[in-house]
């Protein structure tokens, strides 16, 4: 199945700061998906990205499929951006949404 | 934000009884989906469903069932609780199965 790996797992930055996460993926894929898990679990959709670029205030994504990687920019960085970000593919040949291992970011005051 | 509803949002029970969890939706989305979320092992899938009464297992669906007999609603059931069903189980609904998916705020399901 294809994999999906995230890095850094973890990123402690202070507030006002701006952050680069990235997503490696281990076969062509169209359908990319960033997620924000906040810390009292909720799981957020931020972004449908098969390729090219979107951004929603803040945070911005852009996804080079070719290249198999994907990047979320977070800019300005607010302490209710702390928590667990995840990138997914769909599998479709195990039919299934395969996450990366997360980035865990925390924001201080 | 997408209306998706899990029930119970905690549930305490005991090994070897039988636990069911309620998903529901308003968003008349075909796919519907359970994962559990345990440290160390991420997000990992159940069973999904791909339409009333259209279900399929996932990766981990031992001691698992569900049940799909309306649109709105899926329902997973642990047929026999066992402690290592401990865990944060959540529901996702998708339009088609490869993109948008939504989730719910998740059940945490703890078996003593």
């Known amino acids: 199945g294809i994999q999906v790996e995230q890095s850094p797992p973890d990123l402690i930055l202070q507030e006002g700061a701006n952050s680069t996460l990235r997503c490696n993926f281990s076969d062509s894929v169209n359908n990319l998906q960033w997620f924000h898990q906040n810390p009292w679990g909720q799981l957020i959709n931020l972004f449908y990205?098969?390729?090219g670029t979107k951004q929603n205030g803040r945070l911005s994504a852009t996804t080079v499929a070719t290249e198999r990687y994907s990047l979320l920019y977070i800019s300005s960085s607010q302490t209710t951006d702390s928590g667990v970000y995840f990138c997914?593919?769909?599998?479709?040949?195990?039919?299934?949404?395969?996450f990366g291992t997360g980035t865990r970011l925390t924001i201080i005051p | 934000d997408a209306g998706i509803t899990q029930s119970p949002r905690h549930k305490v029970t005991e090994t070897g009884t039988p636990v069911t969890l309620r998903c529901h939706q308003t968003e008349n989305h075909r796919y519907m989906y359970w994962y559990r979320q345990d440290p160390g092992h991420g997000l990992r899938l159940i069973h999904y469903s791909y339409g009333v009464k259209d279900t399929d297992k996932g990766e981990v669906s031992d001691g698992y069932s569900v049940s799909r007999s309306k649109t709105e609603d899926f329902l997973l059931t642990l047929e026999s609780a066992t402690s290592s069903q401990t865990s944060v189980y959540f529901c996702?609904?998708?339009?088609?199965?490869?993109?948008?998916?939504?989730f719910g705020s998740g059940t945490r399901l703890t078996v003593v």
């Open positions: 990205i098969p390729s």
């Open positions: 997914a593919v769909f599998d479709f040949g195990n039919e299934k949404l395969t």
């Open positions: 996702a609904i998708s339009r088609q199965e490869n993109y948008g998916y939504t």
